[in-house]
């Protein structure tokens, strides 16, 4: 485990952030981080509650907000998708921000509840009941529903049909719940109820969803003589409002406070985490005193009754008829450590095929496994989140050792140290995000292999068992790109393209862009494949395109069975191979094509990008034998040619019905049809690599005819390459990188051979749109 980079504010005469009490964040799947600090004002006297957003691979660029909360925020939560922030503060105040025009450096507070003055200490999204497993065990199948299989798990609420209800569950310091559930046309519905009929005070609590559907709440009062209660909290609506029921759970005493030895020593109960939002039968556990801290995991699990032998004779319990209680057991306990300031705990959704302990031990290399403890020493550990044995360790600046004790009465005396008062792991656990007792931000990168050495094979198959669990569920995967090396790039796009294929027609139709988007960004990260990326965004474009155009055409009838247009389209096209577009043309219902005038004119731009990428193609095939050319591999993608070909075919079309809407040509005669002398190259070489299992080479007639495009049409320029001024190669050579919020640090990144200088943009270069929203390790800047 070691430090990737760190981001701090820059100093002011006037105002400054300062890290507020509490400090929190949260780390979304998109791989954005939410977290807080307070902007003092020293004319002014008050404090402002920031809340600042961050894209990972762009630090330096936050956006920051004025929350308009009035109190301290207390939470920080964001929802499955990434795009919703839910905020609370300590006078019972809640807001959700949702992202505006899918922008990452846009939001706006669209709607809130409110417990008037009582500070909210727990906060959650009601869950969706959408829960994916992974299966260490079976990384080496080859099917990803053997990999990743979704669980049966009930959504907390549901509308008609079965839809889950979207809302959220908070928890306040006073004992109540109060839940708010958005309804589909905007209207928030808010029900407020107290967790049992004696209320007490809650200084800690956390929220956990069960299978069946049941949310599970846990609280402590802090002190660790008082037990930790759990409750079960039922949601419905009755007659268009929210209710909620409540029911008390069994509860415990941390084994720290039944030992004699440590009966007093850890008076309070610092921490109380869930190991995971849906896994409501195992809680750790943190009591600390002024400088130590011991950690406990619990798990809840079914018991048999015990029955008095003069019951057994009366009436004996056989199998299943005996009763069974829920009770908690320990699992496992540290051993007295330093004073624990913050917890992490990871967010994958690893599956075992058993909770014992030795089955812990066993898989205990894999990223996911372990949870981030930061002590006021500076220094992190993660340790097994079942066994709790420590699986690496990071000393920060100030936690190095002392060699005698007269270093350690001046360690004590030069002030307190700088710790993390909050963490967050990454949704693949590869790395860790911290915000220490200055408001700086640390970006630390933990190894796949926690600390041991493992054959480049066993990396390798990490590395890509976690891409594949991005590629399904669609999560962004710049914190695995932290670990892959120059060296490893050719292999992880092999084998990912080799993993993808062996997948059903229709789940590989589905990731079609995140395979691209994903391949894209791994070869951003070595010299001997950033040729490729250049033909990796232009398929994403390709693929965009083609989907909004498709999408526009509609059925001349609205009773037609079976295929859309957009799929006669591909049928029609793949099946008739003429070179002549006309003869392509007329097997077309033209009257699926008809389209408003204004909406044609308004395509122009999409229209003209594919004409001149179809030109640029064809005239770089004499010099296909160059991989280091962009566009080198379009020339053998049937897939690609044939969606090309379409689009001319529907260009075509549409140009009958308003020429303008046409791709503009600079030709040397005017009689000449630029269009249909396109097509009938471009059919040429579809024909060639049509079959992906028999690939033929271009004849010498083609070959010719497209030497001649330059001398017939105006070869156009493309602008290849975004900007990289990302953050992710500069950390490849292990080094820190400082950085300061706010100002960027200049264009960085790899450098660049002068092969590629003729498709490299730089930022005073006119960009052209492209593909938005895949990845930020695909991003340049944020618009």
Same mark, same amino acid.
């Given at each position: 485990m070691d430090l990737a980079y760190v981001c701090e504010w820059e100093k002011r005469p006037k105002s400054d952030h300062c890290p507020p009490i509490p400090l929190v964040c949260a780390w979304s799947c998109r791989n954005l981080i939410a977290f807080t600090t307070d902007l003092r004002n020293e004319e002014e006297r008050d404090l402002t509650h920031m809340v600042h957003i961050i894209d990972t691979e762009h630090p330096w660029d936050v956006y920051s907000v004025n929350s308009g909360h009035v109190e301290a925020i207390t939470c920080l939560e964001w929802d499955q998708s990434g795009s919703r922030l839910l905020s609370a503060d300590a006078d019972g105040h809640i807001k959700c921000w949702s992202m505006t025009d899918h922008l990452a450096n846009s939001w706006e507070n669209t709607m809130g509840s409110m417990v008037e003055g009582d500070p909210v200490v727990a906060l959650s999204w009601l869950h969706n009941g959408v %829960?994916?497993?992974?299966?260490?065990? %079976?990384? $080496?199948?080859?099917?990803?529903?053997?990999?990743?299989s979704r669980v049966k798990f009930s959504p907390s609420l549901t509308l008609f049909g079965g839809k889950p209800m979207e809302g959220w569950i908070a928890v306040t310091i006073s004992g109540l719940v109060t839940v708010s559930l958005l309804k589909p046309n905007g209207q928030v519905l808010t029900s407020t109820e107290s967790l049992c009929r004696l &209320? #007490? &005070? !809650?200084?800690?609590?956390?929220?956990?969803?069960?299978?069946? $559907?049941?949310? !599970? !709440?846990?609280?402590?009062? $802090?002190?660790?003589?008082?037990? !930790?209660?759990?409750? %079960?909290? #039922?949601v419905s609506v009755v007659n268009e409002k929210c209710k909620i029921d409540t029911e008390i759970l069994p509860s415990l005493f941390m084994r720290c406070t039944t030992d004699p030895a440590r009966k007093d020593k850890y008076p309070a109960i610092t921490h109380l985490k869930f190991l995971a939002r849906d896994m409501s039968e195992q809680v750790l556990l943190c009591a600390s005193n002024q400088n130590n801290s011991i950690v406990e995991c619990w798990s809840l699990r079914k018991e048999g009754l015990p029955v008095n032998n003069i019951f057994q004779q009366i009436s004996p319990v056989v199998g299943d008829k005996q009763p069974m209680i829920l009770k908690w057991r320990i699992l496992s306990a540290t051993n007295d450590l330093d004073r624990v300031s913050a917890v992490a705990l990871p967010k994958l959704p690893i599956s075992l095929t058993n909770t014992d302990l030795k089955v812990a031990n066993d898989t205990k290399f894999f990223p996911g496994l372990g949870l981030a403890l930061a002590f006021h020493d500076g220094s992190v550990h993660i340790v097994h989140r079942l066994s709790l044995q420590m699986m690496a360790v990071f000393h920060g600046s100030s936690s190095q050792r002392p060699v005698d004790e007269q270093t350690i009465k001046r360690q004590r005396t030069t002030g307190p140290l700088v710790h993390f008062k909050a963490m967050q792991l990454s949704w693949t656990s590869l790395a860790?995000? $911290?915000?220490?007792?200055h408001g700086k931000l640390s970006m630390l990168r933990i190894s796949p292999s926690m600390g041991h050495v493992l054959d480049m094979n066993t990396s390798l198959r990490h590395l890509l068992f976690l891409l594949e669990y991005c590629m399904v569920t669609g999560y962004d995967w710049w914190d695995i790109l932290l670990h892959v090396q120059p060296n490893m790039v050719q292999n992880l796009v092999e084998k990912l393209h080799e993993e993808y294929t062996r997948q059903s027609a229709a789940l590989q139709q589905v990731l079609a862009t995140r395979i691209v988007a994903m391949k894209a960004s791994l070869c951003k990260l070595s010299s001997s494949t950033i040729a490729r990326v250049c033909d990796y965004h232009a398929k994403l474009f390709l693929i965009a395109i083609s989907c909004t155009l498709k999408s526009l055409l509609r059925p001349h009838f609205l009773n037609t069975p079976d295929k859309s247009p957009g799929d006669r389209l591909t049928e029609v096209c793949s099946k008739i191979t003429d070179i002549d577009i006309d003869k392509v043309m007329i097997n077309l219902k033209t009257e699926e094509f008809v389209l408003e005038m204004n909406t044609l004119q308004s395509l122009q731009q999409l229209i003209q990008w594919v004409g001149d990428f179809v030109l640029y193609l064809l005239a770089s095939l004499p010099n296909q034998g160059s991989p280091v050319r962009p566009g080198h591999s379009f020339l053998r993608d049937g897939a690609s040619l044939g969606m090309f070909r379409e689009l001319m075919v529907v260009i075509r079309i549409w140009g009958l019905l308003k020429p303008s809407c046409l791709p503009v040509y600079t030709a040397t005669s005017d009689t000449q049809d630029s269009m249909s002398l396109l097509f009938r190259l471009l059919t040429k070489l579809w024909l060639c690599c049509r079959e992906e299992s028999h690939i033929t080479e271009p004849d010498d007639t083609l070959i010719d005819e497209c030497c001649l495009l330059p001398s017939q049409l105006l070869i156009p320029n493309i602008d290849w390459l975004p900007i990289n001024d990302g953050i992710i190669s500069k950390l490849q050579n292990k080094q820190l990188v400082r950085l300061q919020f706010g100002k960027a640090p200049g264009l960085i990144g790899h450098t660049v051979s002068s092969q590629f200088d003729a498709f490299v943009r730089y930022k005073d270069v006119k960009q052209i749109d492209g593909v938005v929203g895949i990845s930020p390790a695909l991003r340049g800047h944020w618009i």
């Open positions: %829960k994916l497993a992974l299966h260490v065990e %079976k990384s $080496g199948a080859s099917n990803f529903g053997e990999k990743f &209320r #007490c &005070r !809650v200084a800690l609590a956390d929220v956990a969803f069960t299978g069946g $559907g049941n949310i !599970v !709440v846990a609280t402590s009062d $802090g002190s660790s003589a008082s037990p !930790v209660q759990f409750y %079960k909290v #039922c860790l995000a $911290g915000i220490d007792s």
